[in-house]
């Protein structure tokens, strides 16, 4: 069964999960991470995508991102990860594949998710117990957009300029926001909708991508109310 291609829409932030091939490490040392980074900025730059959040763990990588075409996330993504694998099997002396088949991706509802996503993707490092809060971990944007450490990688989305109206307002409030746990529910959609590539969003936002891309964009129910007088009928 041919795979159906992933919803695109330029413009529209999604949230990009990439792993190591049986979740092996493909993060060794400073410089494979300052590689990687480097690569990325430069595949950002020519194929038209920002990069608004980021974490590279040692054997997978979340982005928060936004193509301004149909093909630019994918074209950044096929780029760097070429060049990595070439830099990666030259300096460990290696053969063969280095990522876990297609990266995983969704598209997300800026106005109801984006600021959580930010928080979800620079979180990792604390939630996987290598670092006591995000600011402690190197390899992520947090002290970008929370301390305002210079990122030439980075561009901030609306929601986050929205935040304030200078550089210094919009990181003291975005500082704020990690006082308070993100809600399981909130995980739970955020890793699911990625794994399974469906859309993030509320339904009001769910039903204009399903207008733009003309597919479903999300699982179909289960079950029904078994209340309603329809149901009843249906069960008949």
Known sequence: MARLPRFTVP?????????????????????????????????????????HAYVLMINHLHLLMTPHTEDGLGKVLQMVGRYYVQYFNYCYQRTGTLWEGRYKATLIDSETYL???????????????????????????????????????????????????????????????????????????????????????NDRFKQSIERQVGRRVAPVARGGDRKSEKFRINRV
């Not at 999960?17 to 730059?45: M, P, T, W």
Request: with cysteine.
């Open 11 to 51: 413009g529209q932030p999604q949230h990009v999960i990439v792993r190591g091939n049986n979740r092996a490490e493909i993060f060794c040392s400073d410089e494979d991470y300052r590689f990687y980074l480097e690569k990325l900025h430069q595949a950002c730059q020519k194929h038209g995508c920002d990069i």
């Open 115 to 201: 600021l959580t996503c930010m928080r979800y993707i620079e979180l990792n490092p604390v939630r996987a117990g290598m670092v006591a809060h995000p600011a402690d971990y190197a390899w992520s944007s947090y002290r970008h957009n929370a301390q305002g450490h210079n990122d030439a990688l980075l561009t901030p989305y609306r929601e986050y300029r929205r935040l304030g109206k200078t550089d210094q307002e919009r990181q003291a409030a975005y500082r704020q926001l990690f006082k308070h746990h993100i809600a399981e529910r909130a995980i739970n959609e955020i890793r699911e909708t990625t794994n399974k590539a469906w859309v993030l969003g």
